[in-house]
């Protein structure tokens, strides 16, 4: 029988950061993704970001080499998180920020992974199911929507939704995305529905914005990154 993840119910209702981002580069989707986790003890509370990408383009995860053959039609970058390979052209997506201080920063990363996913597929006007598997992640160069694994969303066996996840001293930075268009309206009525969230619009700081350019320049539009990273 697969393991079984406890629900996430807060007791009480809490307080969300929302950020809805305009479409932008690929180097600046995950450049502001990783600016918003250096701030998130700063902050003090979780912070749902939507965005979306201003053209065709591929996310990668982190141990992945370079998905050369995609980069002539896709704008290629490598994500601070696993996983696979993640076309983003109809897709939806969307980032979840975790302070250290938070509970979900403390659970184990499967349980967490689970907890979010509740939401999302409570954003679906028929929420899907979430996928059971052994625990553990495929290894190697795969398309992330062509292999469901513990905690994914699926449908009629066709998986929906993916994430991964990256815990550092700062927080916990959830990158997910959804094989389908839904509006942020909709995401933040999941979250509401699954996990007793408010939210507060949150309005992008200078800092965090100048924050985000330097770690363009630096490293999601180098090759150094996105190419060669060892």
Same mark, same amino acid.
Request: proline residues 7%; hydrophobic residues 40%.
């Given at each position: *029988?697969?393991?079984?993840?406890?629900?996430?119910?807060?007791? *009480?209702?809490?307080?969300?950061?929302?950020?809805? $981002?305009?479409?932008?580069?690929?180097?600046?989707? *995950?450049?502001?993704?990783?600016?918003?986790?250096?701030?998130?003890?700063?902050?003090?509370?979780?912070?749902?970001?939507?965005?979306?990408?201003?053209?065709?383009?591929?996310?990668?995860?982190?141990?992945?080499?370079?998905?050369?053959?995609?980069?002539?039609?896709?704008?290629?970058?490598?994500?601070?998180?696993? !996983?696979?390979?993640?076309?983003?052209?109809?897709?939806? =997506?969307?980032?979840?920020?975790?302070?250290?201080?938070?509970? %979900?920063?403390? *659970?184990?990363?499967?349980?967490?992974?689970?907890?979010?996913?509740?939401?999302?597929?409570?954003?679906?006007?028929?929420?899907?199911? %979430?996928?059971?598997?052994? %625990?553990? $992640?495929?290894?190697? $160069?795969?398309?992330?929507?062509?292999?469901?694994?513990?905690?994914?969303?699926?449908?009629? !066996?066709?998986?929906?939704?993916?994430?991964?996840?990256?815990?550092?001293?700062?927080?916990?930075?959830?990158?997910?995305?959804?094989?389908?268009?839904? $509006?942020?309206?909709?995401?933040?009525?999941?979250?509401?529905?699954?996990?007793?969230?408010?939210?507060? =619009?949150?309005?992008?700081?200078? =800092?965090?914005?100048?924050?985000?350019?330097?770690?363009?320049?630096?490293?999601?539009?180098?090759?150094?990154?996105?190419?060669?990273?060892?």
């Amino acid at each position: *029988m697969p393991a079984q993840h406890p629900r996430y119910t807060p007791r *009480m209702t809490e307080t969300w950061d929302f950020l809805l $981002s305009p479409a932008a580069g690929a180097a600046w989707n *995950m450049a502001l993704d990783e600016a918003l986790l250096h701030t998130a003890a700063k902050r003090g509370r979780p912070l749902l970001r939507v965005y979306a990408w201003e053209k065709p383009s591929v996310s990668f995860g982190y141990f992945l080499k370079f998905p050369a053959p995609l980069a002539n039609a896709y704008d290629a970058v490598r994500r601070p998180t696993g !996983g696979g390979v993640v076309y983003h052209v109809d897709d939806t =997506t969307y980032t979840v920020v975790v302070p250290p201080a938070h509970a %979900l920063y403390a *659970m184990k990363t499967a349980d967490a992974y689970c907890a979010l996913h509740q939401a999302v597929a409570a954003a679906f006007q028929s929420p899907p199911a %979430l996928h059971h598997a052994p %625990l553990h $992640s495929p290894r190697g $160069s795969y398309e992330c929507f062509q292999r469901p694994v513990h905690g994914d969303i699926v449908a009629d !066996g066709r998986k929906l939704a993916g994430g991964a996840q990256r815990r550092t001293r700062s927080g916990l930075l959830h990158q997910g995305s959804i094989a389908a268009k839904l $509006s942020a309206k909709q995401i933040k009525h999941g979250f509401q529905e699954a996990l007793r969230v408010e939210f507060q =619009t949150y309005k992008l700081p200078d =800092t965090e914005r100048t924050q985000a350019e330097k770690l363009v320049r630096e490293k999601y539009a180098t090759d150094a990154w996105n190419r060669y990273l060892r």
